[in-house]
């Protein structure tokens, strides 16, 4: 019977000699006294570790093992800021579907070393284990996929090959969260999640075993196959509203509140929204869907200085609020993705303008304009005035549609692939924003905590 590397009588131990760049193995006793193992050694039997902590060296002073990569969302081209990027101990857990408190600070399978991706898209996870076939799980929020690198050299950078580290296309490849998309006659908003990645099989109805059902808005479209519900059998019921991580909401054109002759949504369903959000749901909210925040309990109201509705048209020149830690990376980010030829400014085509201003002391502006004074895009977490360590859930409002205006036509059939337009790449960042862990939005993000 051979050895095993973590419980033997004698093991073979790979020593890095001088720069790490030649090995050689010798015979250690498992009653070797030695405490602190010199620079290339792994740690010995016995030292305290367990797993893939035994397969992280010691190295000289002023060098490490480490592994460095992009991280991409599923289509594998625009490069993600913010994604975790580790190396698990132990086996992941099973990602909970639905409303789930989600905070930031842990990640399952007892991480031996965390990082977070940069503007770039980048991460560096230091103190790794050296060796074969190492795991490194990215994730944001409940997108989760775990890539295996082959050969992480000792005291030395691994660099992950260009593309390989992008979030999952589908259940085969990795976890993807429970999305609700309700359709809209005036926003391609469902056909964001195609363009991004996610492939057209995870398109379906509510009894679909897809991660993205549908549901059709006023005006809204059908799935590609059928069997897309209306709007009011999602979210007149909160029980049904929370087997969903995440709901999208594409503009219908108007509010179609309760006393509209169309109106589908009556003040029990915006109090099942309200309640989703506190039960640590996530919702986006485009254009008239304002009404689920202005229309609502005062609390949702007084997120924000509400205008007169507005219609969206023209074009306009936005700017990126860069005063807190997230608004500033997001305006760096959509100059490196090629969004913004200017430093914190975003060209969209027809946004509405039905936010004057945010509350400071509740939401968070992230794209406005001073003249007229307007807010585009603004988010807030939820229970709205609880201490941050309670606020499960998140909802934003964009006044920024998906470009196109072809929402009464089937999901994913008629998304196509084209490359994203500016105000889509602003809105896909915005998007994994608001699937990430749930965090005051004046905090830099940090990576997970290594125990």
């Known amino acids: 019977m051979s050895p095993s590397p973590h419980k033997p009588a004698f093991v073979l131990v790979a020593l890095v000699i001088a720069a790490c760049g030649s ?28 797993g893939l902590r035994c397969d992280v060296p010691t190295c000289a002073a002023g060098t490490t093992t480490a592994i460095e990569g992009d991280v991409y969302d599923p289509a594998g081209k625009a490069k993600l800021y913010g994604a975790i990027a580790y190396v698990p101990n132990a086996a992941l857990e099973p990602l909970a579907t639905g409303a789930t408190c989600d905070r930031c600070g842990a990640v399952s399978g007892d991480p031996i070393a965390a990082a977070l991706t940069d503007e770039r ?22 997108w989760r996929r775990t890539i295996v690198v082959p050969s992480v050299e000792a005291c030395a950078t691994t660099v992950i090959k260009d593309g390989d580290a992008h979030l999952p296309r589908n259940t085969t490849e990795g976890d993807l969260p429970q999305i609700a998309v309700v359709t809209g006659g005036f926003d391609e ?34 799935t590609t196959a059928g069997g897309a519900p209306p709007a009011t059998a999602l979210w007149n019921d909160v029980s049904t509203l929370s087997k969903y ?8 054109g108007w509010e179609y509140d309760e006393d509209d002759q169309y109106g589908n949504k009556t003040a029990a369903a915006k109090s099942a929204m309200r309640e989703y959000a506190a ?33 969206a048209y023209g074009k306009k020149t936005l700017s990126v609020d860069t005063s807190f830690p997230k608004g500033a990376a997001f305006a760096k980010w959509l100059s490196y993705n090629g969004a913004s030829s200017t430093p914190g400014l975003l060209d969209v085509e027809n946004p509405g303008s039905n936010v004057e201003a945010v509350n400071a002391k509740a939401a968070q502006r992230w794209l406005y304009t001073d003249s007229p004074k307007n ?28 470009s196109g205006e072809q929402g009464s036509l089937p999901l994913p059939g008629h998304c196509g692939a084209a490359k994203l337009t500016p105000q889509e790449l602003a809105l896909e960042f915005l998007l994994f924003d608001l699937a990430a862990c749930v965090q005051p939005d004046a905090q830099v993000p940090a990576a997970p905590v290594v125990k």
């Open 23 to 50: 090995a050689v193995t010798r015979e250690v006793p498992p009653d070797d006294t030695s405490t602190a193992p010199p620079a290339g050694r792994l740690p010995e039997p016995g030292a305290g570790c367990t």
């Open 245 to 252: 991580d995440m709901v999208l909401l594409a503009c219908e």
């Open 189 to 222: 908003l469902g056909c964001l999640l195609s363009r991004i990645g996610v492939d057209g099989a995870e398109y379906g109805g509510p009894s679909s075993k897809g991660r993205i059902h549908v549901y059709r808005g006023v005006g809204g479209g059908d």
């Open 279 to 311: 039960r640590g749901g996530r919702i986006f909210a485009t254009h008239y869907h304002y009404t689920w925040f202005k229309q609502s309990s005062p609390d949702f109201h007084d997120v924000a200085t509400w205008n007169e509705p507005s219609s």
């Open 375 to 402: 807010v585009a895009y603004m988010s807030f977490n939820v229970p709205i005035g609880a201490p941050p360590e309670e606020q499960c859930g998140r909802a934003v409002f964009s006044d920024v549609h998906v």
């Open 121 to 142: 898209g980048r991460f560096r996870i230091e103190n790794v284990p050296a060796g074969k076939d190492v795991p490194v799980v990215i994730q944001v929020g409940k």
